[in-house]
């Protein structure tokens, strides 16, 4: 129970350290395992587990909308299975991955609440409420922390067994639903932000920069580049010419008004 | 550019607590709007410094609730570019406002390309490869190592980003104020920020179709084809249906609920 609480508490404090400035990097396994060593005694096995862990998930980074497998819960609650075991870094990393694919959906469950939240944000932001908007961000973290704590505690106090059970029980339907409707959430947001942008004629420059992406993988900040030569070539170069290229002027009004 | 010219002590105390108020860009991080709320509240310093009525400072928080997205460490920068916008917005009551959003939308991606390969890829890369032979050793230098080797240029770019990109926005203000370059610019970041949500989403919306036709004996994955006539396709569609739903008035919750369900059903009837 103790070790429970212990582990639980170790991987919400670090998330909440991680969130609260700006992504240090202390939820990488190579931290992580080494305080989890540290906290359960067993300093040297801590560091090389997390040594181990942190060559396998070196990839595993969040760029963006995708959210990889959990480092944090992986590497913990890993590295805690394998001290508590008395085995070394081959258990923990057996059990990290799975560990870390289960903890992603989870993740994917808080991303989703919070997006519920961002009603009542602009509700706050509507009435200048900046102690709202900051409690309402710090209680988001909290959650997440909260959850974080939770799958620290039961795993510890159910064990290995119980977490392999559970990851199993879980309908492969709902999880693959949910995991698709997390890949099309971007999508509401991206259409908030297109709302006062585009009109009939300029949705073109859209699906240039998605077709660029689409068809020849160009990184985004290759896009970029290519969209202010274009802008460039459109402001500077064919001055006069532009309104006819844009469309007609009632696209220019449409743009500004916002 | 006034790249020369010092900021006053009052601008420096506004950029200690843009710094401060930058750490918790990602605390509610949501599908929704991403970054949004965290930026919004990064804003408040310039915001609260140059508005003085309630209705002014909500108009700004609201727009600043925009979906947004970048490398965290690196956001101080266009905080400070935003600042310097939102300054000349408080003080030209003919700026047009909507060249704030746009040049931000303009500004997240690039510096989110050059965040993640310069933080993402290269430092943490370089600090993990010194970190970790340490702690091969057992060491607990290790990873003390690895969070000094990230950390130091991660706070002196947080810092000084934000500075640079205040004064870089304000040089811009004053040099479009006698040129009236200000419709260029919009027009311009217009052209860019289109091009850069257009690729943003499709990097980030997926959806993939798991339709399997059967004719005869063969099985055709509807992918397969779709992939023939446009790459996500499907992305697109699903992004610019949400548009439209936006544009005929829906709510975004309402559109949220509609995804996850989408999301849910499509699975159980196995075409997603």
Redesign the interface.
Known sequence: MGTALLVGAILGILWFIE????????I?P??VS?IIGLALGD??TG??V??TL??VF?GF?Q????VPPDVLVGAGLGTSFAILSGSGAEVALALALPIAILAQSLKVVV?????????Y??SL????N?RG??T??????VLQCLMYFVVGFVAILFGSTAVEAFVNNIPG??M???????????????????????SKF?VL???????????VN????G??????V???I???EMPGK?VAV?GSNID?ED??D? | MSDKKKLTKDEKKMMHEIFWNSFMLEASYNYERQQALGFSIGMWPAIKRYYKTKEEQAEALERHMNIFNTTPHVVTTITGVATALEKEASENPSFDKSIINNVKIGLMGPFAGIGDSLFWGTLRIIAVGIGLSLAQQGSILGPILFLLLFNIPHMLVRYYGGVYGYKLGTGIMQQANNSGIMEKISKGATVVGLMVIGAMSASMVKLNSAFVFTVGDQKIPMQDYLDQIFPLLLPLLYTLAMFLLLKKGFKPTTILFITIIFGIVGSLIGII
């Open positions: 969130k609260m400035l700006g992504t240090p990097m202390v990488r190579i931290v080494t300093v040297q560091l090389l997390g040594a942190e060559l070196m980074i760029v963006g909308g995708a991303f989703i609440v919070r997006s519920y939240f961002m009603k944000a602009m932001a509507k009435a200048a900046i908007l900051i309402l961000n710090m209680a988001g973290l339907v709902i693959n639903g949910l995991q698709v409707a997390g890949g099309l959430l971007p999508a509401v947001g991206f259409g908030l932000l297109l709302l006062p942008m585009m300029n420059y859209f699906i240039f920069g998605f077709a660029l992406f689409a068809y160009l990184p985004i900040l896009i970029t580049l290519f969209g202010v274009l802008a460039f459109l402001v500077y532009n844009a220019e743009l500004f916002v």
